[in-house]
């Protein structure tokens, strides 16, 4: 029997950083192993939103295709290897536009009105007039991970719901058409550490928020970014008694020094190490964790035909089980064949 189907997308936002790497893509690596996956970059929707000062979005365009890229290098440069899956551009796959059109014939407007994840965009993102692609946007989802029949998407705990919509519309289609085409997509739960902001335990770390760590960063840039961290402000002096659990250099030890992790709280509380001198310890192992990605970037910067060719191959892939499922799709809801499908 074949590999199990996994779908994922990563919306283009430029650089990623380390709660990208460590909240998703370390998983996705693992992942390639195990199962036949797509992975995608959703281009399509990162024009739901308007956009402006750093972000795309369908007012704000200019750095769609160099986001597409950088994300693309961030990717097979953390690991994603193109031998074990399939990396792509959402939009060059263009059966997923036709799955998502007919996908919205079928979908009720209340599951759109319902989704809470619009209101919490709208929000987010201060949208005062949001668009039809903004309300529509679970049916684009749902385009994206059954186009290729994906039986499972990798997702946290916080994220379960995101796939709600795309099992209720394959069983709607399922129901409406009498055959079972589409499978009812599983999550694939993974356990993720959380990965703080540089100014807090209570924040994530985040593109918006702008507190964070891009592994694209020098050995020295990322230096200077651990040494910004928040720390305990009672502890002024080494002997100071510190805090450790409010901490955020604490919380990336508890990543990047587990081991070590009851010596360090065991030091900062009874004030045996200074702060500076505990930020130089977590820069030098998260340095060390990212070198190799740092590498093998920057030798992929100097080859970007290899980049596109990994992106065209992944989308002919992609295309080739897109146009399958889009037959079969027009079949059951008795569309005239198309010669290329
Ligand atoms: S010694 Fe380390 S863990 Fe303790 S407060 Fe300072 S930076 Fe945080």
Known sequence: MGKKRVTSGMRPTGCLHLGNLLGALTNWVRLQDEY?????????????????????????VGELQNFIREMALDWISAGLDPDKCSIFVQ???????????????????????????????????KIESPSYGLLGYPTLQAADILAYKGEFVPV???????VN?????????NSLY????????????????????????????SKSAGNYIAFSLSEEETTEKVKSMFTDPVKIRKDDPGHPDGCVVFAFHDIYNRPELENIRG???????GCVACKMQL?????RAL?????????????????????RAGSERARNAARETLREVREVMNLPPRKDY
């Open 36 to 60: 036949d996956c797509f992975y995608f970059i959703v281009d399509w929707h990162a024009l739901t939103t308007p956009g402006g000062g750093a972000a795309v979005g369908y007012e704000n």
């Open 91 to 125: 939009s060059s796959v263009p059966e997923v536009a036709e799955l998502h059109l007919l996908f919205s014939m079928i979908t009720p407007l209340g599951w759109l009105e319902r989704n809470p994840t619009y209101r919490d965009m709208i929000l987010g993102y």
């Open 156 to 162: 946290g705990r916080d994220q379960e719901a995101h």
């Open 165 to 173: 919509m795309t099992r209720d519309l394959a069983q709607r289609f």
């Open 178 to 205: 009498g055959k079972q085409v589409f499978p009812i997509t599983e999550t694939l739960l993974t356990e993720v550490p959380k990965v703080p902001g540089l100014e807090s335990v209570e924040k994530k770390m």
């Open 267 to 273: 030091e900062c509380e009874k004030g045996k190490r």
């Open 283 to 287: 820069a030098g192992s998260m340095n």
């Open 291 to 311: 070198e190799p990605i740092r590498n093998k970037r920057k030798k992929l910067e100097e080859k970007p035909e290899m980049v596109e060719e990994i992106l």
